[in-house]
């Protein structure tokens, strides 16, 4: 079952500006991962956090983690055209296991 | 590293055949498979888990009948849609684990039963 709820469902934004993405969870997680899905392709990873950091970076990207709320954000910086895509949260419960993806929002930049 | 690919890409079959999909490691050992289904504007749902050699562990709502996964090496796994209805029209997504923190996935294949 989906354990993750990911707002906002749709972002559209203008080239330039920040995007931020939010993921909850209901259970105890090992680790949270974020991934990207350009329409009709596979899943490329962006990102693994975890359940002991609260935050990383990765180029312009920056992700959080609370663990207290079981939550976690997404922010992507200058964004760009190319990063229009759809973005997942994942969460696995133990180490190795299977993962459990959010609903995904839809990013938009605009030109 | 960490190349997983799928294949087809695509394909059309008709109601009451039979589709096989293959997912391959490219490049690395995967002990573990994972195949996932995502319907238009969905996220991923977790259908099997597949180690090389065993039985694949079927999540709760799929059908191990309907959907034959074999993971017959460490490279190698497929997933067959036996007796497809137009309902089964996914995309159907797999993902490979070496380790124990990263899934790497395969760039999906579109199903469409007609």
């Known amino acids: 079952s989906q354990q993750g709820e990911e707002d906002p469902q749709a972002l559209s934004i203008q080239e330039g500006e920040n995007a931020t993405m939010n993921c909850s969870y209901k259970t105890s997680i090992n680790n949270l991962q974020w991934y990207r899905q350009n329409s009709g392709r596979g899943l490329v990873h962006l990102i693994l956090?975890?359940?002991?950091?609260r935050e990383k970076h990765s180029g312009r990207l920056r992700v959080t983690l609370d663990t207290s709320k079981k939550s976690s954000s997404l922010l992507i910086t200058a964004s760009r055209a190319a990063d229009t895509a759809s973005y997942f949260c994942?969460?696995?419960?133990?180490?190795?296991?299977?993962?459990?993806f959010g609903e995904g929002t839809q990013l938009t930049v605009n030109p | 590293g960490a190349v997983v690919s799928q294949h087809p890409s695509w394909v059309i079959c008709k109601s009451g055949t039979s589709v096989k999909i293959e997912c391959r490691s490219l490049d690395f050992q995967a002990t573990t498979m994972f195949w996932y289904r995502q319907f238009p504007k969905q996220s991923l749902m977790l259908m099997a888990t597949?180690?090389?050699?065993?039985?694949?562990?079927?999540e709760q709502g799929v059908e191990k009948d309907k959907f034959l996964i074999n993971h017959a090496s460490l490279t190698l796994s497929t997933l067959t849609v036996t007796s497809a209805h137009p309902e089964d029209s996914s995309f159907y997504i797999c993902?490979?684990?070496?380790?124990?923190?990263?899934?790497?996935f395969g760039p999906g294949t579109r199903l469409t039963v007609t």
């Open positions: 597949s180690n090389e050699g065993s039985k694949a562990t079927y």
């Open positions: 993902s490979a684990s070496r380790d124990i923190y990263e899934q790497y």
């Open positions: 994942a969460t696995d419960e133990t180490s190795g296991s299977r993962l459990t």
């Open positions: 956090i975890r359940s002991n950091e």
